[in-house]
């Protein structure tokens, strides 16, 4: 396997996709999604069978390493599950199905060469992939306004967010001489001043808000409610999971492969953004009635949870991150995939459309539930095995900081006021007062066999941890919080 | 799949995954099926119990071990000690009795008969468990079927503030363990962290935690665990909760999920920090007075039934508690046992109550009357009830308190003389005075004719009566089995404080060893 195999690859997939939508009768266009999620399977499949291609090239711009490798893996499942909702969503995209197929596959390139970024300018130029897809993908349903204004919010503020990535890079380079994550890592090893230059330090920091808006941080989360409410329901479950996974990687790999020194500094920053999202998060999720705006802030808390394992510091906290957005990921999509379905021929996405849900259709009022109780982080779900492994590594620093124990204090307070939306859901499923429509909903074949992907995913990796908890482990091994562990890390990037 | 013990959790969680297979008009099969796992599970746990369990045998028994979390150290581990056993044993009849007295839900029965079988497997579960990550675990298993079942199935206009109210207190406590466990797990060295409850106990042996960590992780299990156990200033969850819970759950939270706290203060706390709990026992002996004293006058103010029994039982909680304070070997014992009697004491009144409001459509006290005449069964039961309640001799519940109260004596005599006052006369006017008023006297204006347990429904009442009297008569079947573990937990809770923190912080910490 190449370097680069499993992009070409994708990128093939979407030109076939946009070729074929040429040859192909338009009351049959929509079934192109089903060569495009089967092509992403074989994809997907491939990257096991064949031996990885670890090291790196394009003059050191690119790496694939373990963690590379398991993003991939994660993008790619993301995207298959992704391209399922949209099938369910066809109908309600009147032209250019084939085009919506072909742009997530882009996007999906975008967020695959960003897991392998081992370069500034490779940073920029995979973000802008999935930004400017996501610019098309939001904005899809041209007549329905909403759409149209998330796309607008979406490109303002992520116009906003690449330039002060640009600006921060130029600061790096300005400052570095250089844009390569190893290079600059050698820099700061050699020269400890270095490392107390503030142009370069505030270079950094512009990066880290870059990547902050991808991910949705506080104070880089304002877009994220409205563009999640807005966009088409494909296109917000695959900003909620890739996007966001897409931002976590490349700050994982920025922090902790090119300037672990200068993040080890910075675990105030850290602490201080993750509590601020969590609260912000949770607290503004309560009062929502639209689905996908709740959805919207409970991923703003969950960029939170996530940025636990960063302000942790150490390897438990990166794997924990891993494990938890690989829960995330089944949690949300699944949700994403029931309000699709259900939300079909009606033009409320209100919590009230799933009264009586479980008389309409048991199997999606389960399965929502079952990502309800894995978003809310209760066993025996994959969510709190991911919460727990968060709260575990930031407990872990405690000895260091008492900071830490406030986080995890608000974090607390945090999983508790995410009971109460969230149930407030279950809640609208099993009981509500007058449930309008009991007209049973019709769940096709494929989108049911996703559903019960999701459902066993959720509850494998929150029954059997096991292997989930050492891949993750594994993948994490090439990042580093300490200098002297400099040395195994290359060594273990070229083996 | 070799010990006892995972036959009795596994039979109700194995009977929640058939009854989800069931289709939804089939309520006699699925009500069938969750009787049938839980009567497994009570077989099986008596049979452990008398049969399996060797007393006076110093360690834990009937173990079994299997990898779950290789890299994490997380095993499912389960074994039974003198702590557990009776607890087990308790946990599987109360379940036992909460399908019984169940047969009165008839909306969503296939959910409720999934949730009550997932908390009962939960239950068992955490009482079983000797690993930290699947005590947690089992008990947000348990945990969560609660909120839900009072949220659905639970009565009164409160009901909605009551569901949230006692699913935010609950977590909020869960969580605080949790945090408390975590931080305990990562006191040992890198190399051999463990969950594992016995390894833990036997490296703190060896090396004593530092006192730093030692004085940071307590009080969130104290406290965390307190929460849970509706310790007094953080009780107020309880009685409206349980107010507005069905009877199965209220039998089953107020019986037995809520030893876990008490059981993981004694199993945990005080074994793995001698120190910390030293020194934070006097606050706990404190705090136990308002649970005894403070609910057992709110208890007599009361004019809802199921209010009243709720604060009777945050009111016994008190007894636990001051048991655990007194960190001696009677005085542990007694807590064990008073968990034990009260678990069925708790469902006993509970299920009772359940009865009497189905049959007159009011808990209301004021409105009900001379009761006895018409539910002869049932209102002997309710008399037996509260009598054990007051602490009569001859129920589970007098050798539990009488040796707390012994045990306490010695360190908090004045704690003590209040407990023993809020215990005989508090505890006696208020359910004495309930028994007067509901079953006794005219009858109420408005009553209608009301009927008795048939011979069938009799059996929940009678059987956890039985094990009362059971306990109360021979309440050494319960003792022995405690004493040797209860002795090491008091060995290692009472070890001299170390002179380090002698130096450091004579003034914080007053040795209470050194007082004796």
Redesign the interface.
Known sequence: MNLITLEIAVVILALAVLLGDLWTPVAHKRSLGYAAAGGLIIIFSYSFFAAPAFGSGFNDMLVVDGLSLFFKRFFLVAAIIVIFIALEFADRIETGISEFYSLILFALTGMMFAASANDFVLVFVSLELVSVTFYVLNSFQRNRLASLEAGIKYLILSALSAAFLVFGIAFIFGTSGTTNFSAIHGLLETGPDFGKNSAFLLGILFVIVGLGFKIATFPFQIWAPDVYQGSPAPATAFLAIGSKAAGIVLLLRVLFIAVPQVALHWNTLLIVLAAITILYGNLCAIPQRNLKRLLGYSSIANAGYLLLGFAALNQTGFAAILYYLCGYLFAVLAAFMVISIVTCGRDSEDVTVLAGLNQRSPLLATVLTLAM?SLAG???LAG?FGK?LL??AV??Q?ATNSAY?WL?GIT?IG??IS??YY?GI??AI??SKEPADLSPVIVSWPARAVLIVCAAGMLYLGL???RA??QT?LAVQVLKVNSPAVQIQKEARHP | MNSILTYIILAPLIGALVVLLVPRNFRFIIRGIAQAATLISMVLAIKMFFFDFTTNFPREQLTEKIQWVASLGINYHVGVDGLNVGLILMGAIVAFAAVCVSHNIKTYEKEFYILLLVMTGGILGAFASLDLFFFYFFHELALVPTFIMIGVWGRGENKNYATFQITLYLSIGALLALVGLIALYLQLPLGNRTFNIIELTKYFKAQPMNLAAQQFIFPLLLFGFGILVSLWPFHTWAPLGYGSAPSATAMLHAGVLKKFGLYGLIRIALPLMPDASQSWLHVLAVLCLGNIVYCGFVAMRQRDLNLLIGNSSVAHMGFCFLGIASLTLIGITGAVTVMVAHGLLAALTFALSGYIYQQTGTLDIRQMGGLLRQIPFIGAALVMAAMAGCGLPGFANFPGEALVLFGAWKAFPLVTALAVWGALVIGAVYMLRAVRNILHGPMAANQTPIADASLLRKLPYALLLATLLLFGFVPSLLTDKIKPSAQSIVEMATRPLKIQKMEKDSSATAPRAAVK
Do not use: A, M, T
Request: charged share 15%; aromatic share 24%; proline share 10%.
């Open positions: 109780i209760i066993p025996p709190f727990f709260l575990k407990v872990e405690g124990y995890v607390l999983v508790v009971l109460y149930f279950i809640r099993y009981w059997l941890p096991d908890v050492q482990q």
